[in-house]
Protein backbone atom coordinates (compact mmCIF):
# COMPACT_ATOMS: atom_id res chain seq x y z
CA UNK A 1 0.00 0.00 0.00
CA UNK A 2 1.30 3.42 -0.85
CA UNK A 3 1.76 5.92 2.22
CA UNK A 4 -1.71 8.13 2.92
CA UNK A 5 -0.06 11.47 3.25
CA UNK A 6 -3.12 13.02 4.19
CA UNK A 7 -2.94 11.57 7.60
CA UNK A 8 0.76 11.99 8.38
CA UNK A 9 0.48 15.62 7.58
CA UNK A 10 -0.63 16.76 11.06
CA UNK A 11 1.72 14.71 12.70
CA UNK A 12 4.57 16.15 11.33
CA UNK A 13 3.39 19.45 12.44
CA UNK A 14 2.93 17.91 16.41
CA UNK A 15 7.14 17.22 15.50
CA UNK A 16 8.06 20.46 14.46
CA UNK A 17 6.37 22.18 17.64
CA UNK A 18 8.09 19.79 19.75
CA UNK A 19 11.47 19.89 18.02
CA UNK A 20 11.57 24.02 18.36
CA UNK A 21 10.48 23.80 21.83
CA UNK A 22 13.49 21.40 22.20
CA UNK A 23 15.90 24.47 20.22
CA UNK A 24 14.51 27.27 22.06
CA UNK A 25 15.83 25.64 25.40
CA UNK A 26 18.53 24.73 23.95
CA UNK A 27 19.45 28.04 23.12
CA UNK A 28 18.80 29.23 26.24
CA UNK A 29 21.33 26.93 27.39
CA UNK A 30 23.69 28.19 25.24
CA UNK A 31 23.22 31.91 25.78
CA UNK A 32 24.38 31.20 29.51
CA UNK A 33 27.34 29.82 27.83
CA UNK A 34 28.40 32.38 25.58
CA UNK A 35 30.59 34.69 26.73
CA UNK A 36 30.72 33.27 30.23
CA UNK A 37 33.26 30.98 31.68
CA UNK A 38 31.08 27.93 32.49
CA UNK A 39 31.11 26.90 35.94
CA UNK A 40 32.71 23.43 36.30
CA UNK A 41 31.74 21.23 39.09
CA UNK A 42 34.04 19.97 41.67
CA UNK A 43 36.30 18.09 40.25
CA UNK A 44 35.87 18.14 36.67
CA UNK A 45 38.64 21.31 36.76
CA UNK A 46 40.52 19.54 34.79
CA UNK A 47 38.29 19.64 31.94
CA UNK A 48 40.21 22.71 30.79
CA UNK A 49 36.68 23.79 28.96
CA UNK A 50 38.77 27.18 27.92
CA UNK A 51 41.18 25.59 25.98
CA UNK A 52 41.56 25.70 21.87
CA UNK A 53 44.71 24.54 20.28
CA UNK A 54 45.02 25.56 16.63
CA UNK A 55 45.76 22.57 13.78
CA UNK A 56 49.94 22.76 13.22
CA UNK A 57 50.92 21.85 9.34
CA UNK A 58 50.78 18.43 7.93
CA UNK A 59 54.11 17.27 7.11
CA UNK A 60 55.24 17.44 3.76
CA UNK A 61 55.11 14.13 2.79
CA UNK A 62 52.29 11.98 4.82
CA UNK A 63 49.94 8.90 4.47
CA UNK A 64 46.66 8.60 5.27
CA UNK A 65 45.07 4.85 5.65
CA UNK A 66 41.21 4.31 6.11
CA UNK A 67 38.71 1.59 5.97
CA UNK A 68 34.69 1.44 6.33
CA UNK A 69 32.52 -1.52 6.67
CA UNK A 70 29.32 -2.59 4.67
CA UNK A 71 27.11 -5.42 5.88
CA UNK A 72 24.29 -8.06 3.89
CA UNK A 73 22.30 -8.76 6.90
CA UNK A 74 21.33 -12.64 7.92
CA UNK A 75 18.14 -13.20 6.36
CA UNK A 76 16.10 -15.54 8.12
CA UNK A 77 13.88 -16.38 5.58
CA UNK A 78 16.73 -17.34 2.89
CA UNK A 79 17.07 -20.80 2.29
CA UNK A 80 19.91 -20.67 3.91
CA UNK A 81 21.70 -18.54 6.98
CA UNK A 82 24.56 -16.19 5.09
CA UNK A 83 26.27 -12.99 5.76
CA UNK A 84 28.59 -10.64 3.72
CA UNK A 85 30.74 -8.58 4.97
CA UNK A 86 32.71 -5.78 2.89
CA UNK A 87 35.42 -3.71 4.06
CA UNK A 88 36.28 -0.74 1.98
CA UNK A 89 39.99 0.17 2.13
CA UNK A 90 41.81 3.30 1.01
CA UNK A 91 45.38 4.59 0.91
CA UNK A 92 45.75 8.33 0.43
CA UNK A 93 49.23 9.57 0.18
CA UNK A 94 50.29 13.56 -0.35
CA UNK A 95 53.48 15.35 -0.74
CA UNK A 96 56.02 14.70 -2.99
CA UNK A 97 55.20 11.41 -4.36
CA UNK A 98 50.89 11.85 -4.36
CA UNK A 99 48.96 8.74 -4.89
CA UNK A 100 45.98 6.50 -4.04
CA UNK A 101 45.23 3.12 -3.85
CA UNK A 102 41.22 2.49 -3.69
CA UNK A 103 39.56 -1.11 -2.96
CA UNK A 104 37.51 -3.25 -1.29
CA UNK A 105 37.45 -7.36 0.16
CA UNK A 106 34.16 -8.73 0.55
CA UNK A 107 33.41 -11.83 2.33
CA UNK A 108 30.89 -14.10 2.43
CA UNK A 109 30.25 -16.55 5.16
CA UNK A 110 27.36 -18.93 6.65
CA UNK A 111 26.18 -18.14 10.32
CA UNK A 112 26.87 -20.66 12.80
CA UNK A 113 22.60 -21.67 13.34
CA UNK A 114 24.28 -23.53 16.63
CA UNK A 115 25.08 -20.15 18.32
CA UNK A 116 21.35 -19.20 17.80
CA UNK A 117 19.28 -21.12 19.12
CA UNK A 118 15.66 -19.93 18.52
CA UNK A 119 13.49 -21.79 20.69
CA UNK A 120 11.00 -19.19 22.73
CA UNK A 121 12.25 -15.98 20.87
CA UNK A 122 10.42 -14.46 18.57
CA UNK A 123 11.95 -13.75 15.07
CA UNK A 124 12.12 -9.94 15.73
CA UNK A 125 14.47 -10.84 18.36
CA UNK A 126 16.66 -13.33 16.57
CA UNK A 127 16.68 -10.70 13.40
CA UNK A 128 18.21 -7.99 16.04
CA UNK A 129 20.55 -10.26 17.47
CA UNK A 130 21.75 -11.81 13.89
CA UNK A 131 22.25 -8.02 13.13
CA UNK A 132 24.81 -6.98 16.26
CA UNK A 133 26.40 -9.91 15.79
CA UNK A 134 27.08 -9.33 12.06
CA UNK A 135 28.15 -5.89 12.98
CA UNK A 136 30.60 -6.29 15.26
CA UNK A 137 32.31 -8.56 13.13
CA UNK A 138 32.43 -6.25 10.65
CA UNK A 139 33.71 -3.84 12.98
CA UNK A 140 36.68 -6.21 13.61
CA UNK A 141 36.94 -6.67 9.72
CA UNK A 142 37.15 -3.21 9.66
CA UNK A 143 40.24 -2.73 11.88
CA UNK A 144 41.88 -6.17 11.05
CA UNK A 145 41.57 -4.13 7.27
CA UNK A 146 43.48 -1.32 9.10
CA UNK A 147 46.52 -2.95 10.15
CA UNK A 148 46.96 -4.99 7.12
CA UNK A 149 46.95 -1.17 5.67
CA UNK A 150 49.33 -0.44 7.74
CA UNK A 151 51.96 -3.42 7.64
CA UNK A 152 51.90 -2.98 3.75
CA UNK A 153 52.71 1.17 3.38
CA UNK A 154 56.04 2.83 3.76
CA UNK A 155 57.41 2.52 7.73
CA UNK A 156 59.00 5.72 6.90
CA UNK A 157 56.27 7.96 5.73
CA UNK A 158 54.73 9.93 8.79
CA UNK A 159 51.23 8.10 8.89
CA UNK A 160 47.55 8.36 10.26
CA UNK A 161 45.02 5.22 9.87
CA UNK A 162 41.82 6.41 10.71
CA UNK A 163 39.23 4.34 11.42
CA UNK A 164 34.88 5.46 10.99
CA UNK A 165 32.71 6.02 14.00
CA UNK A 166 34.04 5.18 17.53
CA UNK A 167 37.31 3.36 18.49
CA UNK A 168 35.85 1.46 20.93
CA UNK A 169 33.27 -2.38 19.96
CA UNK A 170 29.79 -1.48 20.98
CA UNK A 171 29.05 -4.93 22.46
CA UNK A 172 25.49 -5.69 24.16
CA UNK A 173 25.20 -8.35 27.23
CA UNK A 174 22.98 -10.94 26.08
CA UNK A 175 24.02 -13.82 28.23
CA UNK A 176 24.02 -16.68 25.96
CA UNK A 177 26.30 -14.51 22.87
CA UNK A 178 29.33 -13.94 25.67
CA UNK A 179 31.49 -16.59 24.18
CA UNK A 180 31.22 -15.50 20.36
CA UNK A 181 31.29 -11.58 21.27
CA UNK A 182 34.29 -12.36 23.90
CA UNK A 183 36.25 -14.09 20.93
CA UNK A 184 35.73 -10.34 19.03
CA UNK A 185 36.67 -8.36 21.64
CA UNK A 186 40.12 -10.46 21.81
CA UNK A 187 40.39 -9.91 18.17
CA UNK A 188 39.50 -6.39 17.92
CA UNK A 189 42.14 -5.76 20.69
CA UNK A 190 44.28 -7.59 19.33
CA UNK A 191 44.51 -5.53 16.19
CA UNK A 192 44.85 -2.29 18.50
CA UNK A 193 47.80 -3.90 20.04
CA UNK A 194 49.46 -4.49 16.49
CA UNK A 195 48.91 -1.02 15.68
CA UNK A 196 50.54 0.09 18.59
CA UNK A 197 53.02 -2.12 18.83
CA UNK A 198 54.25 -1.84 14.83
CA UNK A 199 54.07 2.41 16.01
CA UNK A 200 57.10 1.77 18.78
CA UNK A 201 59.33 1.94 15.34
CA UNK A 202 57.54 4.20 12.76
CA UNK A 203 55.89 7.74 12.92
CA UNK A 204 52.50 6.07 12.85
CA UNK A 205 48.93 7.22 14.72
CA UNK A 206 45.41 6.33 14.82
CA UNK A 207 42.61 7.56 15.42
CA UNK A 208 38.85 7.59 14.43
CA UNK A 209 36.24 10.26 13.51
CA UNK A 210 32.74 10.84 14.21
CA UNK A 211 30.54 12.73 12.10
CA UNK A 212 27.84 14.57 13.94
CA UNK A 213 28.50 13.68 17.35
CA UNK A 214 25.34 12.42 19.74
CA UNK A 215 27.40 12.22 22.69
CA UNK A 216 27.06 14.72 26.09
CA UNK A 217 29.96 13.13 28.03
CA UNK A 218 31.32 17.07 28.53
CA UNK A 219 27.95 18.56 28.54
CA UNK A 220 26.88 16.36 31.08
CA UNK A 221 30.01 16.85 33.28
CA UNK A 222 29.23 20.48 33.51
CA UNK A 223 25.40 20.63 33.92
CA UNK A 224 24.73 21.31 30.70
CA UNK A 225 21.95 18.79 30.50
CA UNK A 226 20.05 19.84 27.07
CA UNK A 227 23.12 20.18 25.07
CA UNK A 228 25.22 17.85 23.25
CA UNK A 229 28.83 18.15 22.96
CA UNK A 230 28.90 19.07 19.83
CA UNK A 231 26.92 21.97 20.59
CA UNK A 232 28.60 23.28 23.15
CA UNK A 233 31.88 23.08 21.85
CA UNK A 234 30.15 24.69 18.39
CA UNK A 235 30.52 27.43 20.85
CA UNK A 236 33.58 27.03 22.38
CA UNK A 237 36.04 26.38 19.23
CA UNK A 238 34.56 29.41 16.69
CA UNK A 239 37.47 28.93 14.30
CA UNK A 240 37.93 25.88 11.71
CA UNK A 241 40.93 23.58 12.65
CA UNK A 242 41.19 24.42 16.21
CA UNK A 243 40.53 21.37 19.04
CA UNK A 244 39.43 21.35 22.17
CA UNK A 245 41.81 19.79 25.38
CA UNK A 246 42.34 16.04 24.85
CA UNK A 247 39.66 14.34 27.32
CA UNK A 248 39.57 10.41 28.74
CA UNK A 249 35.90 8.34 27.68
CA UNK A 250 34.03 6.97 30.73
CA UNK A 251 32.03 5.09 29.15
CA UNK A 252 30.61 1.78 30.59
CA UNK A 253 32.06 0.39 26.74
CA UNK A 254 35.74 1.04 27.53
CA UNK A 255 36.52 -2.06 29.50
CA UNK A 256 35.75 -3.83 25.98
CA UNK A 257 38.92 -2.11 24.73
CA UNK A 258 41.00 -4.13 27.47
CA UNK A 259 45.22 -2.81 27.57
CA UNK A 260 44.35 -1.16 24.79
CA UNK A 261 41.87 1.58 26.51
CA UNK A 262 40.43 4.03 27.65
CA UNK A 263 39.62 5.73 24.48
CA UNK A 264 40.61 9.48 24.52
CA UNK A 265 39.14 12.04 22.75
CA UNK A 266 39.02 15.66 21.71
CA UNK A 267 36.37 17.80 19.56
CA UNK A 268 37.44 19.98 16.66
CA UNK A 269 35.98 22.18 14.63
CA UNK A 270 35.97 20.58 11.17
CA UNK A 271 34.55 23.41 9.33
CA UNK A 272 30.95 22.90 8.65
CA UNK A 273 30.30 21.42 11.74
CA UNK A 274 32.34 19.96 15.24
CA UNK A 275 33.83 16.47 14.82
CA UNK A 276 34.81 13.65 17.35
CA UNK A 277 38.26 12.67 16.90
CA UNK A 278 38.95 9.37 19.34
CA UNK A 279 42.38 8.34 20.08
CA UNK A 280 43.97 5.26 22.05
CA UNK A 281 45.96 6.34 25.14
CA UNK A 282 49.40 5.93 23.33
CA UNK A 283 48.23 8.94 20.47
CA UNK A 284 46.86 11.01 23.83
CA UNK A 285 50.10 11.15 25.45
CA UNK A 286 52.18 11.66 22.67
CA UNK A 287 52.18 15.06 22.02
CA UNK A 288 54.22 14.14 18.64
CA UNK A 289 51.58 11.88 17.50
CA UNK A 290 48.62 14.03 18.85
CA UNK A 291 49.56 17.07 16.80
CA UNK A 292 49.56 14.76 13.72
CA UNK A 293 46.12 13.20 14.02
CA UNK A 294 44.93 17.11 14.55
CA UNK A 295 46.65 18.48 11.78
CA UNK A 296 46.38 15.24 9.21
CA UNK A 297 42.39 14.68 10.38
CA UNK A 298 41.52 18.55 9.96
CA UNK A 299 43.44 18.60 6.45
CA UNK A 300 41.60 15.79 5.35
CA UNK A 301 38.17 17.75 6.54
CA UNK A 302 39.64 20.98 4.25
CA UNK A 303 40.67 18.75 1.20
CA UNK A 304 36.95 17.22 1.19
CA UNK A 305 33.84 20.10 2.10
CA UNK A 306 34.76 18.90 6.11
CA UNK A 307 34.50 15.39 6.34
CA UNK A 308 37.57 13.68 5.72
CA UNK A 309 38.28 12.54 2.12
CA UNK A 310 40.07 9.04 3.23
CA UNK A 311 36.55 7.96 4.72
CA UNK A 312 34.36 9.21 2.28
CA UNK A 313 36.62 7.00 -0.19
CA UNK A 314 36.52 3.91 2.20
CA UNK A 315 32.34 4.30 2.40
CA UNK A 316 32.39 4.16 -1.13
CA UNK A 317 34.27 1.32 -1.85
CA UNK A 318 32.51 -0.91 0.90
CA UNK A 319 29.06 0.30 -0.04
CA UNK A 320 26.89 -2.68 -1.27
CA UNK A 321 24.15 -0.92 -3.79
CA UNK A 322 20.67 -2.69 -3.84
CA UNK A 323 21.20 -4.57 -6.72
CA UNK A 324 24.60 -5.93 -5.69
CA UNK A 325 22.76 -7.01 -2.81
CA UNK A 326 19.96 -9.13 -5.00
CA UNK A 327 22.63 -10.18 -7.32
CA UNK A 328 24.70 -11.54 -4.42
CA UNK A 329 21.52 -13.52 -3.20
CA UNK A 330 20.30 -14.70 -6.51
CA UNK A 331 23.82 -16.18 -6.68
CA UNK A 332 24.03 -17.98 -3.41
CA UNK A 333 20.32 -19.29 -4.24
CA UNK A 334 21.45 -20.34 -7.58
CA UNK A 335 24.37 -22.44 -5.76
CA UNK A 336 22.25 -23.78 -2.82
CA UNK A 337 19.97 -25.20 -5.91
CA UNK A 338 22.43 -26.65 -8.10
CA UNK A 339 24.16 -28.44 -5.42
CA UNK A 340 20.98 -29.52 -4.33
CA UNK A 341 21.28 -27.27 -0.89
CA UNK A 342 17.74 -25.80 -1.31
CA UNK A 343 15.20 -26.12 1.14
CA UNK A 344 13.53 -23.57 -0.64
CA UNK A 345 12.35 -19.52 0.78
CA UNK A 346 9.74 -19.12 3.22
CA UNK A 347 6.32 -17.64 1.89
CA UNK A 348 6.70 -14.31 4.08
CA UNK A 349 9.92 -13.71 1.80
CA UNK A 350 8.39 -15.04 -1.52
CA UNK A 351 5.32 -12.88 -0.82
CA UNK A 352 7.63 -10.14 -0.42
CA UNK A 353 9.45 -10.26 -3.91
CA UNK A 354 6.61 -11.10 -5.61
CA UNK A 355 3.58 -9.29 -3.98
CA UNK A 356 0.41 -11.17 -5.30
CA UNK A 357 -3.32 -9.25 -4.79
CA UNK B 1 53.64 -3.45 -28.55
CA UNK B 2 52.00 -3.68 -24.77
CA UNK B 3 48.15 -3.69 -25.12
CA UNK B 4 46.22 -0.42 -24.32
CA UNK B 5 42.87 -1.90 -23.50
CA UNK B 6 40.26 -4.40 -23.24
CA UNK B 7 36.82 -4.91 -24.57
CA UNK B 8 34.19 -4.06 -22.35
CA UNK B 9 31.01 -4.05 -24.81
CA UNK B 10 31.13 -6.42 -27.90
CA UNK B 11 29.05 -6.22 -30.68
CA UNK B 12 29.75 -6.94 -34.37
CA UNK B 13 30.25 -3.51 -35.84
CA UNK B 14 31.59 -1.81 -32.54
CA UNK B 15 33.00 -2.82 -29.78
CA UNK B 16 33.73 -0.15 -26.13
CA UNK B 17 37.12 -0.69 -24.45
CA UNK B 18 38.49 0.68 -21.48
CA UNK B 19 41.75 2.27 -20.83
CA UNK B 20 44.48 1.12 -18.01
CA UNK B 21 45.13 4.93 -17.53
CA UNK B 22 42.80 7.43 -17.02
CA UNK B 23 42.72 10.73 -19.67
CA UNK B 24 45.17 8.22 -22.33
CA UNK B 25 43.79 6.20 -25.22
CA UNK B 26 44.67 6.06 -28.90
CA UNK B 27 43.88 9.27 -31.03
CA UNK B 28 40.80 9.36 -33.03
CA UNK B 29 40.99 8.20 -36.12
CA UNK B 30 43.83 5.16 -34.97
CA UNK B 31 43.81 1.62 -35.98
CA UNK B 32 43.59 -0.88 -33.11
CA UNK B 33 43.55 -4.09 -33.25
CA UNK B 34 41.78 -7.17 -30.76
CA UNK B 35 41.22 -11.14 -31.27
CA UNK B 36 38.38 -13.08 -31.54
CA UNK B 37 40.22 -16.44 -30.09
CA UNK B 38 37.15 -18.56 -31.11
CA UNK B 39 37.50 -17.87 -35.01
CA UNK B 40 41.39 -17.20 -34.59
CA UNK B 41 40.89 -13.69 -36.43
CA UNK B 42 42.36 -10.44 -35.34
CA UNK B 43 39.81 -7.88 -35.83
CA UNK B 44 40.56 -4.44 -36.83
CA UNK B 45 38.82 -1.31 -35.79
CA UNK B 46 39.05 2.81 -35.49
CA UNK B 47 38.90 4.51 -32.88
CA UNK B 48 35.71 6.92 -33.39
CA UNK B 49 35.30 8.27 -29.56
CA UNK B 50 37.04 8.58 -26.20
CA UNK B 51 35.24 9.81 -23.11
CA UNK B 52 36.13 9.65 -19.86
CA UNK B 53 33.24 9.46 -17.15
CA UNK B 54 32.53 8.50 -13.34
CA UNK B 55 33.16 4.86 -12.35
CA UNK B 56 30.41 5.45 -10.02
CA UNK B 57 27.56 7.52 -12.26
CA UNK B 58 25.82 8.36 -9.17
CA UNK B 59 28.96 10.58 -8.13
CA UNK B 60 29.19 13.85 -9.94
CA UNK B 61 32.22 14.92 -9.80
CA UNK B 62 32.90 18.55 -8.47
CA UNK B 63 35.02 21.70 -9.27
CA UNK B 64 38.39 21.62 -7.20
CA UNK B 65 40.99 24.11 -8.35
CA UNK B 66 40.08 27.24 -7.43
CA UNK B 67 43.35 27.70 -5.62
CA UNK B 68 45.35 25.60 -8.24
CA UNK B 69 47.61 26.73 -10.79
CA UNK B 70 46.81 23.91 -13.03
CA UNK B 71 45.67 19.93 -13.82
CA UNK B 72 49.10 18.68 -11.78
CA UNK B 73 47.87 20.27 -8.27
CA UNK B 74 44.49 19.87 -8.62
CA UNK B 75 45.95 15.76 -8.63
CA UNK B 76 48.40 16.36 -6.21
CA UNK B 77 45.85 17.88 -3.28
CA UNK B 78 43.28 15.08 -4.01
CA UNK B 79 45.09 11.92 -5.62
CA UNK B 80 42.36 10.08 -4.75
CA UNK B 81 40.43 11.82 -8.21
CA UNK B 82 42.03 9.43 -10.94
CA UNK B 83 41.39 6.37 -9.25
CA UNK B 84 37.36 7.24 -9.38
CA UNK B 85 37.10 7.86 -13.39
CA UNK B 86 37.50 5.76 -16.57
CA UNK B 87 38.22 6.36 -19.93
CA UNK B 88 37.41 4.10 -22.67
CA UNK B 89 37.28 4.56 -26.59
CA UNK B 90 34.68 3.41 -29.25
CA UNK B 91 35.86 1.31 -32.10
CA UNK B 92 34.04 0.94 -35.39
CA UNK B 93 35.09 -2.56 -37.04
CA UNK B 94 36.49 -2.12 -40.60
CA UNK B 95 38.00 -5.48 -41.36
CA UNK B 96 39.91 -8.71 -39.81
CA UNK B 97 42.80 -10.84 -40.89
CA UNK B 98 42.75 -14.75 -40.81
CA UNK B 99 46.42 -16.01 -41.52
CA UNK B 100 48.14 -13.29 -43.88
CA UNK B 101 44.78 -12.44 -45.69
CA UNK B 102 43.30 -9.62 -44.66
CA UNK B 103 39.33 -8.76 -45.04
CA UNK B 104 38.08 -5.42 -45.56
CA UNK B 105 34.65 -6.28 -44.39
CA UNK B 106 32.80 -7.63 -41.28
CA UNK B 107 34.75 -10.47 -39.38
CA UNK B 108 31.89 -13.31 -38.48
CA UNK B 109 31.87 -12.42 -34.91
CA UNK B 110 33.23 -9.53 -32.66
CA UNK B 111 36.18 -10.04 -30.02
CA UNK B 112 35.69 -11.48 -26.87
CA UNK B 113 34.64 -9.44 -24.17
CA UNK B 114 37.43 -8.34 -22.01
CA UNK B 115 39.45 -9.41 -24.92
CA UNK B 116 42.70 -7.21 -24.79
CA UNK B 117 43.20 -3.99 -27.43
CA UNK B 118 46.43 -3.34 -28.75
CA UNK B 119 47.24 -0.25 -30.98
CA UNK B 120 48.85 -0.89 -34.42
CA UNK B 121 52.59 0.19 -35.77
CA UNK B 122 52.76 2.15 -38.83
CA UNK B 123 53.37 -0.99 -40.85
CA UNK B 124 50.37 -2.25 -39.84
CA UNK B 125 48.24 0.55 -40.63
CA UNK B 126 50.21 0.65 -43.87
CA UNK B 127 49.10 -2.48 -44.73
CA UNK B 128 45.77 -2.55 -43.25
CA UNK B 129 45.00 0.97 -45.41
CA UNK B 130 46.76 -0.12 -48.60
CA UNK B 131 43.33 -1.30 -50.30
CA UNK B 132 40.92 1.13 -49.18
CA UNK B 133 37.72 -1.64 -49.58
CA UNK B 134 37.07 -0.25 -45.93
CA UNK B 135 35.56 3.21 -46.82
CA UNK B 136 32.13 2.27 -46.87
CA UNK B 137 32.36 0.02 -43.44
CA UNK B 138 33.66 3.66 -41.98
CA UNK B 139 30.96 5.84 -43.70
CA UNK B 140 27.79 4.04 -42.10
CA UNK B 141 29.61 4.37 -38.34
CA UNK B 142 27.25 5.94 -36.01
CA UNK B 143 27.31 7.82 -32.61
CA UNK B 144 30.37 9.85 -31.74
CA UNK B 145 32.01 12.63 -33.67
CA UNK B 146 30.96 13.09 -36.79
CA UNK B 147 31.61 10.20 -39.59
CA UNK B 148 33.65 12.59 -41.62
CA UNK B 149 35.45 13.54 -38.68
CA UNK B 150 36.74 10.31 -37.78
CA UNK B 151 37.43 8.78 -41.80
CA UNK B 152 39.28 11.61 -42.08
CA UNK B 153 41.58 11.29 -39.28
CA UNK B 154 41.63 7.81 -40.16
CA UNK B 155 42.77 8.87 -43.77
CA UNK B 156 45.56 11.05 -42.28
CA UNK B 157 46.61 8.87 -40.43
CA UNK B 158 46.87 5.97 -43.09
CA UNK B 159 48.45 8.49 -45.52
CA UNK B 160 51.52 9.59 -42.40
CA UNK B 161 51.65 5.56 -42.12
CA UNK B 162 52.30 4.92 -46.14
CA UNK B 163 54.37 7.76 -46.20
CA UNK B 164 56.93 6.21 -43.79
CA UNK B 165 56.62 3.45 -45.95
CA UNK B 166 57.93 5.05 -49.31
CA UNK B 167 54.67 6.13 -50.66
CA UNK B 168 53.67 9.38 -51.46
CA UNK B 169 51.64 11.09 -48.54
CA UNK B 170 49.39 13.44 -51.01
CA UNK B 171 49.60 10.50 -53.66
CA UNK B 172 47.35 8.19 -50.88
CA UNK B 173 45.15 10.65 -49.57
CA UNK B 174 44.12 11.67 -53.89
CA UNK B 175 43.35 7.86 -54.21
CA UNK B 176 41.74 7.97 -51.04
CA UNK B 177 39.70 11.22 -52.60
CA UNK B 178 38.57 9.21 -55.51
CA UNK B 179 37.47 6.16 -53.83
CA UNK B 180 35.46 8.53 -51.53
CA UNK B 181 33.72 10.18 -55.06
CA UNK B 182 31.03 7.55 -56.09
CA UNK B 183 30.78 6.35 -52.25
CA UNK B 184 29.26 9.99 -52.05
CA UNK B 185 27.50 9.97 -54.90
CA UNK B 186 24.38 12.95 -54.71
CA UNK B 187 26.30 14.10 -51.02
CA UNK B 188 28.78 16.60 -52.59
CA UNK B 189 28.35 18.54 -48.96
CA UNK B 190 29.61 15.30 -47.05
CA UNK B 191 31.90 14.59 -49.68
CA UNK B 192 33.73 18.49 -49.74
CA UNK B 193 33.43 18.29 -45.98
CA UNK B 194 35.59 15.45 -45.89
CA UNK B 195 37.91 16.07 -48.54
CA UNK B 196 38.81 19.78 -46.82
CA UNK B 197 40.10 17.64 -44.37
CA UNK B 198 42.29 15.65 -45.99
CA UNK B 199 45.58 17.80 -45.32
Keep these: ?357 | MAHIGEVIESSTERFVAQSYEVNSAPPLGSLVRAQQEGEGITIYGVVTNIETTPLDPSRRPVARGRDAASLADIIKEHPQLMELFRTSFDVAVVGHQRGEQVYQHLPPLPPEVHQLVFQCSADEVATFSHDLGFLPLLLTQHGGPGTEEVLAAFLRRAADAQAAGGDGRQAFLVQAGKRLVPLLRGESVRLATILAKLR
Design chain 1, 1 to 357: MSLDIVQVAPQLEHMLTALKEGVAQRDAQLSRVRGATIPLPDGAHDLHLDLAFEAAETPADFVVLATDGSQIDIDRHAPASYYLINVGEVFLRYGSVPGARLSNRPSAKLSDESLISQDAYPDEAIEEQDRVIVALERAVAELDGLLALVRSSDTTVPTLALMDGTLVLWTFGEERFKPRVGTYIKEYEASLRAIRELAVHRPLSLASYISYPGSNEIARTVKLHDLLDRQLFGELLRQPGQRSHVFVSDSQMQKNLGEEGPAHFFYMNAGPEIGRIEVPPWVAKDPQRLSFVHAAVFDQCRRNFGYPVALMEAHEQAVVSEADRQAFRRLVEQGLASEKLASGESMKSWSKRVPWA
